[in-house]
């Protein structure tokens, strides 16, 4: 039942901000079913439903396989981010160009890896009303033409379809592999040393940095976290059971803000086997995020890194297991939100995160100079705002009237 509200909650949230739904348009195409997989996977789907203006060009699965199978993630999301316009363009605007020219920006530009005009698509009508599509950066081809629209929803989303995908330079470029992240020092950054150096020192380390080639999603408590009365005496702990929290609190999945926002099972951990679940949930509310473990929960402060497939966020709270906290722990983590009558300022147990106060002085973190290559503008925002409000701001840009054109690519590239 509790699981049945949560999906209602989430699922009429979503629909709160915005009226699409990408997965579902393309879901009614097979010719489409690779591109609309990549778009779930890299997380892409949630960022083009919660924007409220856009077109997304696709590619079919002949013309999207020939790029996607021999890329990692990661480039893949960066080409998939370049087919996703944030202006509103359907057969009929696109075949009236003004001056038979224009550029549109595309989400690969708000992604911080994309310098100059390499997050632009360039929109030129060609000869016999073809309309051909290219990367905006001067010396490229306009190599892939219009195919058809595949939706529209006048002037929120539309869907077209275009025949081969527009390359930008170095879009194809791999990113530095994961083994050259030093996961510690970007932790460490952002205001987690506590953690980061008690993952160095059960060599925990060495176990994430080995899963960040594949999958890998760290909820790293910041500093604060491990103070005030709240806070088990972890001294008091076993090494095994400290290694079970410490592995509680990370998982072998990419898990990117979108992702978590409609992510409604249980998430395994680390810590998680076959005799002990040790798993998560996750609420949404507005622009935030909580994770919950049954003794309590904690708000995502910040994203520290989204790179696909790794994404790391900093928490206000250490997620108390209930596997090793349930029954009675020293200081007594409150079961579920029981909510203390008395408004005593200073028990601030962190389970009561649901509260719209802050759990825990907002943290005096510089705020995570965000390492993260990707989405930087959205990490810029959640800066801005972390001080107040712990919540992750996930979308700032839900707000903004942007347009996404899906272009499916189709025709055969090469
Ligand atoms: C979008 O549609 C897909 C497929 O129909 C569905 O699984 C998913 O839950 C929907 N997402 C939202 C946010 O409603
Ligand atoms: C179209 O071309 C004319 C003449 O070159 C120019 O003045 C005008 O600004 C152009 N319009 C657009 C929208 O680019
Ligand atoms: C788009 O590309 C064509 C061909 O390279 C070029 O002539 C045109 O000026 C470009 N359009 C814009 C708006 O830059
Ligand atoms: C576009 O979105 C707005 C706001 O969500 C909604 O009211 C409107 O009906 C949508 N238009 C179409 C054609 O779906
Ligand atoms: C990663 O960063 C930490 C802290 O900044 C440093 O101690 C460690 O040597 C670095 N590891 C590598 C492999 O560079």
């Known amino acids: 039942m509790a699981?049945?509200?949560?999906?209602?909650?989430?699922?009429?949230?979503?629909?709160?901000?915005?009226?699409?739904?990408?997965?579902?348009?393309?879901?009614?195409?097979?010719?489409?079913?690779?591109?609309?997989?990549?778009?779930?996977?890299?997380?892409?789907?949630?960022?083009?439903?919660?924007?409220?203006?856009?077109?997304?060009?696709?590619?079919?699965?002949?013309?999207?396989?020939?790029?996607?199978?021999?890329?990692?993630?990661?480039?893949?999301?960066?080409?998939?981010?370049?087919?996703?316009?944030?202006?509103?363009?359907?057969?009929?605007?696109?075949?009236?160009?003004?001056n038979g020219t224009t550029l549109s920006t595309t989400l690969y530009q708000t992604t911080g890896n994309a310098n100059g005009n390499v997050g632009s698509v360039n929109i030129t009508d060609l000869k016999g009303g073809k309309v051909g599509f290219g990367s905006a950066a001067p010396g490229s081809k306009l190599d892939s033409t219009y195919v058809k629209s595949v939706k529209q929803m006048p002037y929120n989303i539309s869907v077209v379809e275009i025949s081969g995908p527009i390359m930008a330079p170095g879009i194809l470029a791999a990113p530095p592999p994961s083994a050259d992240l030093n996961i510690t020092a970007l932790m460490e950054k952002a205001g987690c040393k506590r953690f980061a150096t008690l993952l160095a020192s059960n060599g925990l380390i060495k176990t994430f940095q080995s899963a960040a080639d594949k999958a890998l999603t760290i909820f790293a408590p910041n500093d604060e976290a491990f103070k005030g009365p709240a806070v088990p005496d972890l001294t008091k702990l076993t090494n095994?059971?400290?290694?079970?929290?410490?592995?509680?609190?990370?998982?072998?999945?990419?898990?990117?803000?979108?992702?978590?926002?409609?992510?409604?099972?249980?998430?395994?951990?680390?810590?998680?086997?076959?005799?002990?679940?040790f798993q998560l949930t996750v609420s949404s509310s507005g622009?935030?995020?909580?994770?919950?473990?049954?003794?309590?929960?904690?708000?995502?402060?910040?994203?520290?890194?989204?790179?696909?497939?790794?994404?790391?966020y900093s928490l206000d709270s250490l997620l108390l297991p209930s596997e090793l906290f349930a029954k009675s722990p020293s200081p007594a983590p409150a079961p579920e939100p029981v909510l203390p009558p008395s408004p005593s300022p200073a028990s601030t147990t962190p389970s009561q995160a649901p509260s719209p106060l802050p759990a825990s002085p907002p943290s005096p973190l510089p705020d995570a100079p965000s390492a993260s290559p990707s989405e930087a503008p959205s990490s810029a925002a959640e800066r801005s705002t972390s001080g107040k409000s712990h919540g992750v701001h996930v979308k700032p840009s839900a707000l903004l009237a942007l347009t996404v054109t899906a272009f499916v690519i189709s025709a055969t590239f090469l």
């Open 240 to 277: 095994a059971e400290l290694l079970s929290l410490l592995q509680y609190h990370a998982t072998a999945k990419y898990l990117p803000v979108g992702s978590l926002k409609t992510t409604k099972d249980p998430i395994n951990t680390f810590a998680s086997n076959a005799a002990s679940k």
């Open 3 to 98: 699981q049945l509200l949560r999906f209602l909650l989430v699922t009429a949230l979503a629909a709160a901000v915005s009226g699409h739904n990408i997965t579902d348009i393309l879901g009614g195409s097979p010719d489409y079913r690779e591109f609309n997989d990549f778009l779930s996977q890299t997380g892409l789907a949630d960022e083009i439903n919660t924007r409220q203006t856009i077109t997304v060009l696709v590619l079919n699965n002949a013309a999207f396989s020939a790029v996607a199978a021999k890329h990692p993630l990661s480039v893949v999301k960066n080409l998939l981010s370049l087919h996703i316009l944030l202006d509103y363009f359907d057969n009929t605007k696109l075949h009236q160009i003004t």
């Open 287 to 312: 622009d935030s995020l909580t994770l919950h473990t049954g003794v309590d929960s904690s708000r995502l402060a910040n994203t520290i890194l989204d790179s696909t497939p790794i994404s790391i």
